[in-house]
Structure formats: structure tokens, C-alpha cells
């Protein structure tokens, strides 16, 4: 793709139909050649310096990220999905401008971008090692034994891959059997930890019940139709016994109106048969 020393003055970019950006022309065709050489754009820019926080702690070197990309500031839209970029010197990880990054691959085996790849590939096999439980220590190797064999899957299949997702292929790789689900569990683990509530003793757990300023109207309501009319607690049956001597009023009133219709009813005329 690149050949000698970087010479970039300026480039002419295109948004791809895969939305990514790469790049059509630039100013030195002589050591730059453009047949599939993609660039980042700033959102992209954006997530990687997202993806990289964790590896801080891990030892991630702001240095080796630098070195890694041209930066590039947009001078001029041309239309038709294309951009005129301009070559800056600012950093990328502290500008506040939008910036376009190119990876350095003038030289692809041992250049800045090669260095930075290796770089995060270490640490973020560091950060794995530290957060779940192997039965045996994962391995740069075999870390990269995988990364190489999807690229290869996907250069046989004809896909053209952006070198964006060459860094975040690493950047979130997970080894076979862990994903997305054990992510979560850890994250959910670390969540429940931070809002664990301490025990509390029996006895402070009791005062804190009869704190009338802790209870809601709805409790305070509840508490006063469990009390009786002198504004005492209700015993343990006494509501059942109300219903039940109100059930046994109303069957004997009813048992009185049956007794008063029999009473009010003519005799038969019929005789008894003797």
C-alpha cells in the first residue's frame, strides 16, 4: 500500500459504501500508493481512544499511539461524499478539533502502526489475564494466531478490511467461550459489589421500623386501621370475630322473616286421610 518515507502533504478521501473512509488521492503518489488504503475518521478516532482507557493502567504508552498516525484536518468538502484533508500537527489525543488519523504503514512489518498494534495486542492480553479466570495464562501468540486467521477468512471471502477494524478486532478481542454474556456478568458482578447494602443488627434494624419520620402516609395508614377504636392494637382474631358475630346477626334476622311468612301463610284446605 505505502512504499519509503511518509512525504503527505494533503489527501483526497471518500466515503465508502460500507461507510468508511479511504482514501483517492494524495499529494505524494511517488511513496503513498492509495489502491485500498483506508483512513480513520474522527468518530472512529473518537472509539479508539475509548477502547484504549482501560489499557492505561496496564502501562498504554499516549507515545507509541502518536507515532502510529498522520493527523489530518478537513480543509475542503468537494462533494459527492469527498473531503480535501490537510496535514496537522496536533496530537490526537488532546486536539479538540475533529481529526482524521492515518496509520503510518510505510512500513507494515516494523513501522509505527506495526508498533502500536503489537503494543495494544500486549496489553490488552494483560487486561484479559487480570479479569477472568484461565486455567492457563493467554498468550500474545495466540491471541494473534486467531486475529490472523479471521483476516485471512475475510481476504479469501474478497472483503476489503479497514484498518480500523484490524485495531478494534483486538482491542475487544475475547478468546473462544468468553463473549459478550461473560462481559456482562463481570460488569453486573462489580455493579452488585459497589451497591451492596452492609447488614444491619437486629436490634438498630427494629429502631429504624419505629421511626415514625422513616414511614410513608401509606404505612402510617396501615398502622392506624390495625389499631381499634381507644387507639390500641388489635388482638390476633379480633377482626375475624366481628365478621363473624355480623354473619350470625344477619342469618338469625333471616331465620326470623322465614318463621313470619310460614305464620302469615293460609292453612290447606286438604284433609288429613283418616
Known amino acids: 500500500m505505502a512504499k ?4 503527505l502533504e494533503w489527501c483526497i478521501v471518500r466515503l465508502g459504501e460500507d461507510h468508511n473512509w479511504w482514501v483517492d488521492e494524495v499529494s505524494d503518489p511517488v511513496h503513498w500508493d492509495v489502491d485500498g488504503l483506508s483512513i480513520i475518521d474522527p468518530r472512529q478516532v473518537d472509539h479508539l481512544i475509548e477502547l484504549i482507557e482501560p489499557l492505561r493502567e496496564y502501562g498504554f504508552n499516549s507515545d507509541v499511539f502518536e507515532r502510529a498516525f498522520i493527523p489530518f484536518r478537513i480543509t475542503k468538502d ?18 479538540e478539533e475533529k481529526l482524521f488519523a492515518l496509520p503510518d504503514i510505510i512500513d507494515e512489518e516494523n513501522g509505527p502502526y506495526a508498533d502500536f498494534l503489537d503494543h495494544i495486542t500486549r496489553l490488552r492480553v494483560k487486561l484479559l489475564n487480570d479479569l477472568l479466570d484461565f486455567e492457563e495464562k493467554l498468550t500474545v501468540d495466540e ?4 486475529l490472523r ?11 476489503a478490511v479497514h484498518l480500523f477494524q484490524e485495531m478494534t478486532a483486538i482491542l475487544d478481542f475475547m478468546p473462544d467461550g468468553y463473549g459478550d454474556d461473560d462481559e456482562d456478568s463481570e460488569k453486573r458482578s462489580v455493579e452488585d459489589d459497589y451497591y451492596d447494602v452492609p447488614e444491619i443488627e437486629a436490634a438498630e434494624e427494629e429502631k429504624l421500623k419505629n421511626d415514625s419520620s422513616l414511614k410513608w402516609d401509606d404505612d402510617e395508614d396501615a398502622d392506624k386501621e ?4 381507644d387507639g390500641k392494637p388489635k388482638k390476633d382474631g379480633d ?3 366481628d365478621d363473624d358475630e355480623d354473619s350470625d346477626k ?6 326470623d322473616e322465614e318463621d313470619g311468612e310460614e ?3 293460609p292453612k290447606s284446605g286438604k284433609k288429613s286421610r283418616g
Open 250 to 255: 344477619e342469618d338469625k334476622d333471616d331465620d
Open 226 to 229: 390495625g389499631k381499634d377504636d
Open 4 to 7: 519509503g518515507t511518509p512525504q
Open 239 to 241: 377482626d375475624d370475630d
Open 149 to 159: 486467521e479471521a483476516q485471512n477468512n475475510d481476504y479469501i471471502e474478497g472483503k
Open 143 to 146: 491471541v494473534e494466531d486467531q
Open 263 to 265: 305464620e302469615d301463610r
Open 78 to 95: 468537494m462533494g459527492k461524499g469527498k473531503v480535501r484533508l490537510a496535514k496537522t500537527k496536533q496530537p490526537l489525543l488532546e486536539s
